[in-house]
């Protein structure tokens, strides 16, 4: 057999508890090239219980900003189908009584780089060492970097790197100025290559 496996939590995701993992219904895992990046949707059936109101809903592992892994084994290995956060949630009461349903959709951990933008200067460094350096800011997250080598390092009398952008930003900006393009992949549950 076939098993799915849904790990969540804010750093460091653990297995989903029961009460999560009974209500889930549905997972949609999309492949976007470029800008827009992975992204995922988990659907969970939702109903009234004896202490409160759909208390899923409220329940901290399915709030924006908590990572999430879902993964399917096949025999013994994991194979991570997105490792991502939770960007929105939406409720859907139904028509009818037991079709309440809570849906959670996200991104690849590309969100976390792309919160706030920064000012920083990256003197003689070669762009493969400047996005090591910025990968490794992510490293809580699992994240390893994985660049091309380029050739081309500027030294501080010629030219200094600038960056005024969030970290994605200037991520893909250098990627796109090597001729390359900047992409997570998943490598097994909690550690994703930065290319």
Known sequence: GIRLLLLLGPTVPVPAPYAISAAF???????????????FQLTFLVGRDGVADFALVQNPL?????????AVVFGV???VLIDGIITHTQFNPGSGPGQATLAITGRDLTVMMDLEETNDTHPNQADFVIVSKIIGKYARYGLLPAPQPT?????????????????????????????????????????????
């Open 25 to 39: 219904s549905r997972a949609e895992v999309t492949t976007g090239a470029g800008e827009t990046g992975d992204g």
């Open 77 to 79: 290995a994991p194979e």
């Open 151 to 195: 050739f081309d390092c500027p030294i501080m009398l010629e030219r200094t790197p600038n960056q005024q952008a969030t970290d994605l930003g200037y991520l893909r900006g250098l990627a796109s100025a090597n001729g390359f393009v900047f992409h997570l992949e998943p490598v097994t549950i909690g550690v994703t290559h930065a290319y």
């Open 62 to 70: 399915l709030l924006p900003m908590t990572r999430v892994i879902l």
